[in-house]
């Protein structure tokens, strides 16, 4: 079994910043693609960056500039630190790692539990 636990969520004024983290821990041999999806009221989740293991990254054009995403491999863990924040970037921020269990080598593919992000004056 593997976990994500997430944290670094809130209220922030535009033009704000967040760090947002996700440790995964469990049966782990190892963590492949990290990523961080968010899902607003009324609207499909959505991709917004995503780091391999090797330290490429995919950023949304809607995030490009604004938002960096990166891991830590020795913690399992991966961080997306968002700047200049909008009101249209208020949503449930989502971490997901996929990777391979310890002993089996089956993949594994989870989500974490997700974050409330409140960008609003």
């Known amino acids: 079994q593997v976990q994500l636990v997430e944290s670094g969520g809130g209220l922030v004024q535009p033009g704000g910043s967040l760090r947002l983290s996700c440790t995964t821990s469990?049966?782990?041999?190892?963590?492949?693609?990290m990523g961080w999806y968010r899902q607003a009221p009324g609207k499909q989740r959505e991709l917004v960056a995503r780091?391999?293991?090797?330290?490429?990254?995919y950023a949304a054009d809607s995030v490009k500039g604004r938002f960096t995403i990166s891991r830590d491999n020795a913690k399992n863990t991966v961080y997306l630190q968002m700047n200049n924040l909008k009101p249209e970037d208020t949503a449930v921020y989502y971490c997901?790692?996929?990777?391979?269990?310890?002993?089996?080598?089956?993949?594994?593919?989870?989500w974490g539990q997700g974050t409330q992000v409140t960008v609003s004056s």
């Open positions: 469990g049966n782990i041999f190892s963590i492949n693609t």
């Open positions: 997901k790692a996929a990777g391979r269990y310890a002993g089996s080598w089956s993949p594994f593919d989870y």
């Open positions: 780091i391999g293991s090797g330290g490429s990254t």
